[in-house]
């Protein structure tokens, strides 16, 4: 029923900026927490950002903070992630996250999570 669907992703150099967006359906997305995840070539899931219901209070990987930005508007039911002064590092697949409990974890295995496919990012040096 939720169907989560990322677009965005793409190449960039070092330095540059991308945006991510997450087209949700099939869920009260206003009621749901929202959040990024990603995971790069031979690495683990790992979270990136997040952002709750309701009160719209956001976290961030310590690895991403002051770069990345998370956001939502639930009126188009949209996720979004703006990336800036990307780096070699932030290369990975990037995953949207929704989840009922009105915060996504900071881990892959919470309950009821539901997850979209997925976007690549590319950052070149």
């Known amino acids: 029923q939720v169907q989560l669907v990322e677009s965005g992703g793409g190449l960039v150099q070092a330095g540059g900026s991308l945006t991510l967006s997450c087209a949700a359906s099939?869920?009260?997305?206003?009621?749901?927490?929202m959040g990024w995840f990603r995971q790069a070539p031979g690495k683990e899931r790992e979270f990136v950002a997040r952002?709750?219901?309701?009160?719209?209070?956001?976290r961030y990987a310590d690895s991403v903070a002051g770069r990345f930005t998370i956001s939502r508007d639930n009126a188009k039911s949209s996720l979004y992630l703006q990336m800036n002064s990307l780096q070699p590092e932030d290369t990975a697949v990037y995953y949207c996250a929704a989840s009922p409990w009105g915060n996504v974890p900071m881990s892959v295995d919470g309950t009821g999570l539901s997850w979209g496919k997925g976007t690549l990012v590319t950052v070149s040096s």
């Open positions: 952002i709750s219901r309701y009160d719209y209070i956001t």
């Open positions: 099939g869920l009260a997305f206003s009621s749901y927490g």
